[in-house]
Every structure is written in structure tokens, then in C-alpha cells.
């Protein structure tokens, strides 16, 4: 690992007296995608109309049917104790969780602020009570100044360090 003088663009003669030898042990290891579904989102989901229809496969894992695709809610998407024990064996410092597809934009603009209010609120409850965790926020896309306000509240009040966006919106 060069030192901040060789990153700041120092002639590479004099950046090699200042390379630092890092081990293995002394470097975290970050799994920086990973998604999660809160069990308020899934609740809130099954609990009134939306446009994502939910089934259960034959291992008894949640389906989201959404408009062009569906997702399997594999234990380890929404059992945060699990993840954190699957974590923890495997050598895992920290990981950074997201919502995946289907997104909230894919509900009415106002559906889509509440539901991702509720999943923000969720990941900062996750990131405040469990120390593998950080978090990004997520955001109704399907309305613009909805989103900014949640992003502001998500940084502000909730300390997400940011955003995820999707690739894909509407």
C-alpha cells in the first residue's frame, strides 16, 4: 500500500521509501453489495395494495411478483440474526445493505415515499443496534423532490451516508 505521498502523485522514486507492508489480518474485509428486506417492508407489502404481488416457493421463501420480474426473499435477505451469524463465520467485518429490486418506485409516488421511509428507518435501526452493518438509503424515485427530501432525511436525522440508485426506473 503506497502512502498518501505516492497517491498524491509524488515521483514513484520517492513514493517507494514511504510503501507501507500491510497484512491480511490488518485489512477489514467489506462486502459492499448486499441486499436486505426489512421484515416492515415485507409486512407493509402483504398488509395493502401494491403492485407487487407476493407468493411463497416451495421452501417457503417470500415472492415479489413485480411488473417484468420477481425476486426469491432467500433467508439470509431478510433475517438480519442469520446474515449477521453467516457473516461472522465466514471472516466478514462489515457489510453494506441495500434494497434490491423491486424498489419502492415501482408503487404510487406516494406509496413509494412511505415505503422507503419505512426501509430507511429499518436500515438505520439495523446500523444503530449491529456493528457489522452500514447501510444505504433508499429512495422514491418515481418523484424527484420526494426523493431529495429523503435523501436529506435519511443523511440528517437517520446518518445513512448515502444513496443506492437503481439502474433502472420506470
Known amino acids: 500500500v503506497l502512502s498518501q505521498q505516492a497517491c498524491l502523485g509524488r515521483r ?18 467489506i462486502d459492499f ?20 404481488k407476493i407468493g411463497v416457493d416451495v421452501q417457503g421463501n417470500p415472492l415479489l411478483h413485480y411488473p417484468g420480474d420477481y425476486n426469491v426473499v432467500v433467508r439470509a435477505h431478510r433475517d438480519i440474526e442469520y446474515r449477521e451469524q453467516v457473516l461472522a463465520e465466514h471472516g466478514v467485518d462489515k457489510q453494506v445493505v441495500t434494497l434490491t429490486t423491486p424498489g419502492t418506485h415501482v408503487e404510487t409516488p406516494a ?4 415505503l422507503a421511509r419505512l426501509v430507511n428507518d429499518a436500515f438505520a435501526e439495523v446500523v444503530a443496534t449491529r456493528q457489522r452493518f452500514a447501510a ?6 418515481n418523484d424527484a423532490d420526494a426523493s431529495a427530501r ?21
Open 150 to 170: 429523503e435523501l436529506e432525511r435519511a443523511m440528517a436525522k437517520l446518518q445513512l451516508p448515502g444513496a443506492m440508485l437503481f439502474s433502472n426506473v420506470n
Open 111 to 114: 406509496l413509494a415515499t412511505d
Open 33 to 52: 453489495h448486499s441486499h436486505y428486506y426489512p421484515p416492515a417492508y415485507l409486512d407493509a407489502l402483504g398488509s395493502r395494495p401494491t403492485s407487487v
Open 136 to 141: 444505504l438509503a433508499t429512495l422514491p424515485l
Open 12 to 29: 514513484p522514486d520517492t513514493a517507494r521509501s514511504t510503501v507501507t507492508h500491510v497484512t491480511e489480518s490488518d485489512m477489514p474485509i
